[in-house]
């Protein structure tokens, strides 16, 4: 767990990232900068640190065997040892973020580091180093007087609410590679590119990657396996993804064998979900955990991921967040066509 609420930036530094492949370039600050107005930092702070996921942590890894191999993590624990060498090398990070950026599906943007102090985590107050790219700009109308009379000009910008791709390095566990937290809102290409290629970093064994990683397991069993071409009815099927999502709400620790024996019940079923964790496993080149704490956060952002919609031709919507017994399907001779009998007792 970490907050934010008493944190401070003490320097700030902005280079151009181009895309290598294309013939871009990388172009430097020649010094690190300091807003004076009090409501830019804090609404910098915001657009840095508010989109963090919390509980969700990662670390550096060793390049062959030796962590300052890692570029960015030797980077970072220079700056740590001595604040001084923050300019010379966020440098060095964008040289080595421009050297990765050789694909043509990476985008140009501006890297912002940026170093933080009074940083809350389990581990106590610390220093943190972020770096941050955005890469996508938004178009605003700002409305301007001009000869007495309010007029509309178009201005392209940053929004404060969308951070492309994000890394916050907190000062505590650096034998172990640091306590890092990532961000990427682009696609899989992308985030290898940046998690990968860039950072060298991992998931560190904690509750959220383990939760969020059997989440994504059920889901895709359900996809893949528990559907229609293998004779489940579609109402089945969410309500396995139904009662999935709700023993993970109501639930502190997770157990496998209770999660099998209340959620997916059927003998053959647990068989065939047992073969496809096996191969989910292997393709993912993952061990998924069968008894782990379970995160809240994970539950909570996984949640969106696991529909629960019914569509009915073009006409109707179901949306089914209760128990499979209060819908019935039938099929109308009469009219050649399937229909659902719907149970409830209030209607809103």
Same mark, same amino acid.
């Given at each position: ?96 973020? /421009?050297?990765? =950026? &050789?694909?043509? @599906? ?8 940026? #170093?933080?102090?009074?940083?809350? !985590? ?86 959220? /990657?383990?939760? =969020? &990683?059997?989440? @994504? ?8 396996? #528990?559907?229609?071409?293998?004779? !489940? ?116």
């Amino acid at each position: 767990m970490f907050y934010f609420e008493d944190s401070e930036i003490h320097h700030i530094v902005i280079h151009h990232i181009g895309n290598k492949f294309e013939g871009g370039s990388l172009t430097l600050s020649e010094n690190c900068f300091l807003p004076e107005d009090t409501d830019v930092l804090n609404l910098l702070k915001s657009y840095f640190l508010s989109a963090f996921k919390k509980d969700a942590y990662y670390h550096f890894l060793p390049y062959e065997g030796d962590w300052m191999n890692n570029p960015v993590y030797a980077s970072v624990s220079s700056i740590f040892d001595q604040e001084s060498e923050f300019y010379s090398q966020s440098v060095s990070i964008a040289e080595h973020l /421009f050297e990765q =950026s &050789n694909n043509p @599906n990476i985008k140009a943007g501006e890297l912002y580091i940026v #170093y933080f102090r009074n940083c809350h !985590v389990e581990e106590g107050t610390c220093d943190a180093i972020g770096i941050f790219k955005s890469e996508t700009k938004d178009t605003f109308l700002k409305i301007v007087m001009n000869e007495h009379t309010y007029q509309l000009v178009g201005e392209s910008g940053l929004n404060i609410k969308k951070l492309d791709k994000a890394c916050l390095i907190f000062n505590v566990n650096r034998e172990n590679g640091y306590k890092v937290c990532i961000l990427d809102k682009t696609n899989t290409q992308e985030a290898i590119y940046w998690t990968c290629d860039f950072l060298g970093v991992e998931p560190a064994e904690a509750s959220y /990657f383990q939760t =969020s &990683n059997y989440l @994504n397991l059920c889901k895709d069993f359900v996809k893949d396996i #528990y559907n229609q071409e293998n004779d !489940v009815a579609r109402t089945d099927q969410i309500d396995m993804l139904n009662r999935s999502i709700n023993f993970f709400k109501d639930s502190d620790v997770f157990s496998e064998e209770r999660f099998k024996e209340e959620v997916i019940r059927e003998p053959e079923v647990i068989q065939a979900f047992e073969n496809f964790k096996n191969q989910y496993e292997t393709d993912n080149q993952m061990a998924i955990a069968d008894q782990f704490p379970i995160s809240d956060f994970a539950v909570k952002d996984e949640k969106k991921y696991f529909r629960h919609v019914l569509k009915l031709d073009k006409n109707f919507h179901v949306y089914i967040h209760g128990e499979k017994k209060y819908i019935r399907k039938g099929y109308d001779p009469d009219r050649d066509m399937n229909y659902y009998v719907l149970y409830f007792r209030n209607e809103e």
